[in-house]
Structure formats: C-alpha cells, structure tokens
C-alpha cells in the first residue's frame, strides 16, 4: 500500500478508521485512475499526492455529514469517481449509484467498482433531469453528493428531486460557497429543501455547502433536460422576473 500520509491525518483528524481494505481499494483507484485519464480526460488533477488530498481527502471530509441511518448514496455527475468512490470504499455498507451523462466514464466506473469488489456500487449512464423523474430513483436516497458539476443554483434543481425527504445533499463548493447559496436560495425552497450554514474546513480548505430535504419536490422539477443549466431557477433579486 502507497502512504496515504496527508490521507491518514485527514481521517485521524475526523476520527475515521479506514481498514487495510479501504486503503489498498484507495491506492488500487488511484492506479486505475492515474492510467484511464492518460487515454481520456476523466480529471484535470494527475498528480499522485494532489489526488490523494484533492480527491481523495475532500470527498472523505463529507463522511462526518453522512447520516448515521443513511444506507444509500447517489453522486451525482460522478465523473472519474468524485466523490462517491472513495466514499464507498470507506463506507462499504451503503449503497452508491455512481451517476453520469457520458457513457466512457460510466464504463470506467462500472469497471472500476468490479475490479475493487465493491459489489453496492452501481454506475448508471443518464441525465439527472430524466433520473429525477423515474420513480425507482426519485425520493429515494438518503444522500446526493455532486463536485465540479454546475452552480448550486442548477445542481439543487438536479439534486433534489432524487433524496427522500430527511434525506440530505452534500456539495463541496469553493471560496464562492456563500454566493452560490445566496443565488440559490429561492430555488432551495421551491425544491422543498433547506441550506445549513457554510461549512468550513480549514484542513481540506473546502467550503461544503450541505442542504436538507425537508418537503417533496413538486411534480414540475427538475424541468427537461438542460433547462436548469440555461433557465436556473433564480429568484427576486438574482435577475428573475
Ligand atoms: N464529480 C467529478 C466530475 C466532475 S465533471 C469530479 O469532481 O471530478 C462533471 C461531470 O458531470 C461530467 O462527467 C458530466 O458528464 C457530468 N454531468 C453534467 N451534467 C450532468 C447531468 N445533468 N446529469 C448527469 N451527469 C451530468
């Protein structure tokens, strides 16, 4: 097993135990990963140790805000794995649907979660405009995870339809977290969800913005796909009518 040093003061610091499992399944997708992005872009960050703390140490920095009864997981717009990967192999009891558009990097995830054995892992090829209305999916996990995928204003219109109500969505944001949330305020509460306070981390340098379900999504969300991305839902104030 490769080091993990920055990796193991995140998770010592966060009172995480990752087992030796965990840790060769993290250094064993670090590999896969390193080798899939020289043939296809699947993420801009290819440097061994910037993967273990970008990647690898901010997707685990949301475990503490996964609820204790949650036992599913959809990230949303996975990508090469970020961050529902890494939090299925340190949390090998929940069920994660790896969610992404493009069918190269869902194949990358299938195979992936074969190759570590993580047999909960599903990777699933749609838009979430139209997973969102499938009713095996809609109100359904306890947690959405999504990073670099849209601004928060457009993601909680992909993200909330897909949680149960109590359910929670967790989104690393950066230095802009407040902004976003403000802009996305009046979406939240259209979408029957609410914002927690900015969460900092000092030791990832993320800001996690974190919004719970608290009513159902009305039946006319999320809208056709794309709509959300070119007609965010932006309210008085934010340039709405
Ligand atoms: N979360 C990963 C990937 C970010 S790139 C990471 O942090 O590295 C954004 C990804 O979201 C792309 O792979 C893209 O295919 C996917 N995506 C964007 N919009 C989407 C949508 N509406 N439904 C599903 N996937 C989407």
Redo the contacts with the bound molecule.
């Keep these: 097993v490769t080091g993990f040093s920055v990796l193991t003061a995140v998770t010592e610091r966060l009172g995480i135990q990752l087992d030796a499992q965990a840790l060769d399944r993290l250094a064993r997708y670090r590999e896969l990963l390193l080798d899939a992005n020289s043939r296809f872009n699947?993420?801009r960050?290819t440097d061994p140790d910037e993967i273990e703390t970008r990647?690898f140490g901010e997707s685990l920095a949301l475990l503490t805000h996964v609820p204790p009864h949650a036992t599913t997981l959809l990230?949303?717009?996975?990508?090469?794995?970020?961050?529902?990967l890494p939090l299925a192999i340190a949390r090998p009891d929940l069920r994660v649907v790896l969610?992404?558009?493009?069918a190269k990097?869902v194949a990358f995830l299938a195979e992936t979660a074969r190759e570590l054995g993580l047999e909960r892992v599903t990777a699933l090829q749609?838009?979430?405009?139209?997973?969102g209305r499938n009713p095996q999916h809609r109100d359904h996990y306890d947690v959405v995870t999504?990073?670099?995928?849209?601004r928060l204003v457009t993601l909680v219109e992909?993200a909330l339809p897909l949680l149960v109500p109590g359910g929670v969505g967790l989104f690393?944001k950066g230095a802009g977290a407040d902004e976003e949330v403000d802009e996305a305020r009046y979406a939240v509460g259209m979408l029957g969800g609410r914002a927690r306070p900015v969460i900092s981390d000092a030791f990832t340098g993320t800001r996690l913005v974190a919004i719970d379900k608290r009513r159902p999504t009305p039946a006319a969300f999320p809208r056709r796909?794309?709509v959300?991305?070119k007609s965010p839902l932006l309210g008085p104030g934010h340039g709405a009518n």
């Design positions: 699947l993420t960050i990647l990230d949303l717009g996975s990508g090469g794995g970020v961050p529902g969610l992404d558009a493009t990097k749609g838009r979430a405009e139209e997973i999504a990073r670099a995928v849209a992909l690393p796909t794309g959300p991305h």
